[in-house]
């Protein structure tokens, strides 16, 4: 592991869970907090029983959210910046709470606008000013994937769109709304990988950090 | 071919072009336009040449549109119940025309609204009233094929969903709309296959006309 | 969620069963029954545990399907007008028992009409005046989705096709199905997702109420 | 070129036109027919050119046909057996004819039936006896594909499916109705490439010729 | 379930077993077998537990191949003609097996080849002289699917190619054996879905056993 | 058109020229650069003759690119922060300046690096110190699309991908590079539809240039 | 099975251990050890309790790998060669070490180099001379697939490339990572099937073997 | 252009002239032998211009080959090993010999066997001799891609498959061959793209020739 990554780019220690025993994932997070007690180090995609093993280890130290499937160690950098994560529906929470995990883990404020679907344009609208204060945007959604089209047209800062596996019949595993993210009507929209709220959230945090670090009178890093 | 068809179905006879030779379209015009004189019938899909010989050979009494690539001969039948044919730009109004006309053809009244994309929602909105008062809406959209799922949270009138082979990169000629569309998250909403203003005009034909003529005080047929 | 959808569209509130946990299914229907005592509630896509969870809380307010896994609480609706519902085989029943219970809880009468698949026509033929007889027809087919082409050219009335996910080898899922409804030479026929007897129910209920009612001489809603 | 093919097989010289100059094809044929002057020679996909140059050399020894883009030259075989070729519509006749003169070159009779699509079952229930009266069934079909599904629940001969090309929108070169053939809920139903009525009429007419034969009293070869 | 089926095609009652319960399978088998005590019924596709009830229910009158999933009650017919079943390993033994029941129950009898991959072209070869004996060949391959090209090249007699979906990696669950069987370079080759081992057997026992009888004497059915 | 649509994003207008006539493009030019003659309009995918008219109309006035297939018509914004737009070969280059115009004429400086593909990366590590200077980097790449992920591990600065149709063989117009692009193992890579240099210049120019003005003291937009 | 192959091709017998019973997989080796006690025998893709069979049946004489899945029984062959095996990261070592035992059974040495991913680049420099210095070079990537185009421009040594199923969202089980190495700018990259260490590993022997048989003075056979 | 790879890796510089006009493929080769007029430089993939502006510019100097599109000049290198290019049709001519000029220009002998398709196996059997002879093969198919698995039983020499674009319905552009060896059941066969005979060359020749200098007493390079 290459443990100098965080002083390179800014961006923490991150371990990726899916297919690692617990015994590896707790071990892993040990070793990295020994080196770096003075910052947060995330784990995503835990499995239940990879969860069950940190909440055990580490007890009060980690932040275990069993539904986005992250594990957080150690204490949460400085904020810089603030990132709006908006989602459709209570499915794709998953996905979106890893992405505002990620964020904060990567120095950057965030704020998770769920139920605002493109069927019901009302509850959107309503929360408009909200995500027009943030210096980037993350829209989560599975199905059609027209959310992010939406809100391109409705605000200008950088949007990052990211597809689930959320649907059924020819949804083909978050295809479809990829697909659609990838041919949005509204320019500057750039999409990640289905499910990957890890991706965006490193991605927005990166740009948001920076904005908020030099708009706080800190120089960029 | 079968000339019995309108009597049954309450449907014109329609000509599919693609692939005819001018003669041919204007040849088979002729002898149902002959065999029919009291109704209009429709030729789709004409190409270049195929147009031209049409305005030749028919004069006033053919409304040929170059860009739906439609040739209508013959008076237009008496029209019942109202559909909306609404497109989001200009390079998906080939489409929207062809299913207007057919429309018309088909026995009911019918009415275009362009220019609505879902990244200038205003727009939409300012047309909403209007949409909303159509017996029928058919929502015609290529890109990320998003328009259906907008309008299908704001009407709730029988919905047709059209995708378009507009787009480039990985559009896929039309299958990244069409996809959107069959797993949109707003219930109800039907689809046709790309470019199909054609099919989507005569199931939006066939809805309003018997509501019209139920609303007119005249029995379904 | 939305609780004056019923009012802006006609539809009854409908609870997306798929992913949720029994508990969530049950206390969403108590609280929707709650708000609306006088119109039903209908609940798709029920895992057996949530089906049973509802069979034990509702008893005999609530109807439960375990084929279709629907569960309606409360009083149906005035119907209005009537959908035919039409399969092939034993295999599709399940998505075409939803698509009936999901028009009857739209407010329309509904028929199932099953085992009359293309390659059996003489069964098909004998049970075409009911067909005919309907105010909307939907055709649920799996294997080589064939159903609607042959329905399309028989009946005149507006005509919903859902492709099952019923099948083998490269059926894909129901792929191969929706492609051949796409591809129908049967003009008008309109498709919605693989599996998708609920949104078919919703748009032929929606068609076949607005015609019902002004049959029966009440307004269009 | 392996000139000792129909005499180990029974099936007759053939060159595959496509991608050869006009001069390449007219040169392979007369050196067959030279070697083989007792025998039929036949082309498959030629050019527009090919065929041309074919009709200068050869004149009335050469039957071209310009839609199949078939060439035969020398004497057609003894037919023994029969076999229905059957399409829906004018589009599919190049396949079906490029089919129905392989059978023949092959040694086999063949009957032509075109017209008879799924959406208008009248037509092709008044051809039923004369399809049932053949040894092998082909059956072409673009779009949908649902021609061999139906055919196949009335027909108790063997049956040859050949997909083609015609279509639009998500027809996807033929791939649609390929697939709707081999999902075909008719058991029995064998399938070609897509437009290749070549490979389908060897397929039957050597079905067909060795049935003919034994009802001739010929043995088998 | 249509009972007549036998006589008017010659083909016996089957019944597919996928999907269906245990009590399901053996319900159906009694009443066809009490409605046709004078011939075979066949089930195929039957899950394990299907299997073991058959096996208690019918006891010596059923024969259960827990390899291929079949299951036949009641005496078999008369055979006319021979088909023979080739494959390459043991991985497509079960649905070769299917096949060669199958066409067994159809009327015709069957000889499975087994082991003749074409890696090992050797033992292909020592095979051959009873492989060009048969009236029909079904070739069965999973992999890169090559058995039925070179087979092609080889025999004389119908050829029908089956597909499995023994592999691993992008095989794609028999996708890749299936479009090299469709590409074959051996003319007259044709395909059936992909396990589809039913599908090939009824296909080559209607060739084989019509063949047989006018062999034999009798005339074809 | 939104002739509004820059007050509120801070992004010019755009033409999409593809599909567009000469005198159209032309037309559209003189009336947003009538409206806004203070700052530069941009058309992107103009045809050869559309390019033509543009010089002719405008002269000196417009900017014509005839590889990346734009027009700029008017003074240049103020330019404030830096993206790096970087590619492989000759064959991006039409992407690759598409998306700097893009970059310039959205308000943020733009430099190109050329000729850096993975396979050659020495001359990558050469230009290493330039690239990381940048606010915002673009990696532009086609074949196997492999330059966004070497490009991710050394830079920290945010990274957006453009896969390019380049290739031949089963890159699929671009297919496999997005593909690759979208499972990128750097984390925080975005994408864009495959040749979509506008759409990655409007993501990294809203970046850099809110970047670049809180560096230079102004406040973000 | 074939036991002559060895003194045909060099190589030594295999057994796919796929779908086979423990009990099989032993048996097996047993009787191909018999047959060939001075020799390898070489199982690969054993389930875990195959994997235990055979440590219980064999104990010392077996060289079992619960990772790679792979049990060699028997002395391994004089090693002519070397084959450099390089992977990313620990997801890919199952494949990574299937494909060196396989070299190594094969008759030519091999060398592990794990850890050095794209993304990482220097880790990738710092073994170069290592990778440089064998006579043949296996990479096996997942995700992105990058890691052979980056080989390619390093190396002048055949390399053959094996894409891994490691990855998620739109990986498509290693379609992504495997189109990515069929497009690689780097000239000679040869492919195997996703998760084929096994095929890499007899390519790559089959080459270093003769290459170091030579060069230690032994003919090549 | 980096010129000193020929000295890095032992090949000739190469020219892809793809999307090149015909004075920069000229000025490239006459800049690439003014610097190693010592050794031959190739270009591949030249359109029919290109060709003849080299034919005029370099005249004897410059071997052109139109069915390959390759240009060869300055003198061929030593050669040492060699390498058999096999393939099954004319159509697949084109590649093969790209394959063979690119073979010869890397440094071995090549040997074209063509005409060997396995759809007729005695004509394959017969030039085996010739084929095993070789240090390294190529097998160069289209249609169903099945030349190198029959190839792959027959050689113990490394084997490169090349799926070429020849076929027609769904070959997909070769895709169909190229799924077919990536499947092969025959051990040890890697693949390249679609049409990539300089890629197959490339890797052949490397293998052959470092044989071949071992052989011939030279060290490997």
Known sequence: MDTARASRT???????????QPAQVVSILQRLTAEHPDRAVLATRCADDALRACTEEFGGRAQVDPLARTVVVGPWPTAFGRVAVVCAGTSDLPVARECATTVRAHGAETELVADVGVAGLHRLLARL????????????????????????????????????????GLSMDG???LLAMLNSCAPGVTVVN??????????????ARTIGRLRAGEGAR
């Open 175 to 177: 295809t479809a709304a």
């Open 129 to 168: 000013e909200q995500i027009r204060a943030a210096d980037a945007v993350v829209a989560v959604a599975g199905m059609e994937g027209a959310l992010p089209s939406v809100l391109g047209g409705l605000v200008a800062a950088p949007l990052v769109a990211v597809p689930t596996s959320v649907g059924y």
């Open 194 to 207: 289905v499910d990957n709220g890890y991706g965006a959230g490193v991605a927005a945090a990166r740009i």
């Open 10 to 20: 800014g961006d923490p220690e991150v371990i990726f869970g899916q297919g690692k």
